[in-house]
């Protein structure tokens, strides 16, 4: 199934047994267009030892993208103070020599010790790298799993716009291709009445008319062209019925197209046609701007 690059998963999960310094964490993971498979992670630094597996799994599940995957603490269940007792004897005794040497006046109560760094903080709890990789991952598999839901929806939508494009631009072409000989036929008929006021119906005039159409012709057969579209857009749609990551692929398709119609456009000398290629290209520039969000 065609899926898109954006997307977002999330789940909570906790370490510990429940009561007394059981924590709680929210994993988040959103993903964005980019042209190869980019990801960043922010994670306490208990989790710094899984970092790698944790970009290990998103590398078997994606191929391009760009991920930043989040885990904060949520700061569940019983959380216990530890008390530096050294640091707070420090800061009492520079707090005594500041007054001494300033001539301050005033006491060092609790409520500024609570603002010194190191004096309170949380006791964390002992970490056991298999016991925390066993529920980060399922966190993980969760969270990939929804943005993976949410990619593959987007992806349908895209698919579906695509094709309605596609099929305008193949319709557009066979206008073309109709038009082409009706083209030919109308510069055959104007160079004869041009060509026959100036000799003013003089001998010759048949064979110097065939020969300039046969030579307008040449310059302007863009049969070649349109077969080489006929077989893009083809090999497009093959595509987009994969469940392969297509991406790249589509995105040069959409510019080998692009290629032939302005070839058509230049060559065709017909501003019927010209009229027609724009509007085709304007339909391949959407689907350019839809191929650049598909995975």
Not at 133 to 151: C, F, I, N, P, Q
Not at 245 to 270: H, M, Y
Request: charge should be positive; proline fraction near 2%; aromatic fraction near 6%.
């Amino acid at each position: 199934m065609l899926s898109s690059m954006t997307g977002y998963g999330r789940c909570d999960f906790f370490l510990g047994e429940k009561g007394k310094n059981r924590e709680g964490y929210s994993l988040e993971v959103k993903s964005l267009n980019h042209r190869y498979l980019d990801i960043n992670c922010r994670m306490p630094e208990r989790f710094s030892p899984l970092e790698l597996k944790v970009r290990d799994l998103i590398k078997k599940r994606f191929s391009r993208g760009s991920f930043n995957l989040q885990i904060n603490s949520r700061g569940y269940g019983e959380v216990a103070l530890r008390l530096n007792i050294p640091f707070a004897r420090a800061y009492l005794k520079a707090s005594e020599e500041l007054k001494k040497t300033l001539g301050i006046k005033g006491e060092l109560d609790v409520d500024t010790l609570l603002k010194f760094r190191d004096v309170f903080f949380p006791l964390a709890m002992e970490s056991d790298i298999e016991k925390d990789w066993k529920e980060v991952r399922r966190a993980v598999d969760k969270a990939l799993g929804e943005l993976s839901g949410m990619r593959e929806k987007e992806g349908g939508a895209l698919k579906k716009d695509i094709e309605k494009r596609l099929r305008s631009v193949e319709r557009l072409s066979a206008r073309i291709e109709r038009i082409v000989p009706r083209s030919l036929s109308r510069y055959r008929q104007r160079l004869g009445r041009e060509m026959r006021a100036l000799l003013k119906e003089g001998a010759g005039d048949d064979a110097m008319i065939a020969a300039e159409v046969a030579l307008y012709a040449e310059k302007t057969n863009v049969s070649e062209e349109i077969t080489r579209l006929s077989s893009h857009t083809r090999q497009f749609r093959s595509y987009l019925g994969t469940g392969e990551p297509v991406g790249r692929r589509l995105d040069f398709l959409c510019q080998e197209i692009l290629r032939e119609a302005n070839t058509i456009a230049s060559k065709a000398l017909d501003a019927g046609i010209t009229r027609i290629v724009i509007e085709a290209k304007g339909e391949l520039e959407n689907i350019r701007e839809q191929v650049q969000n598909i995975e």
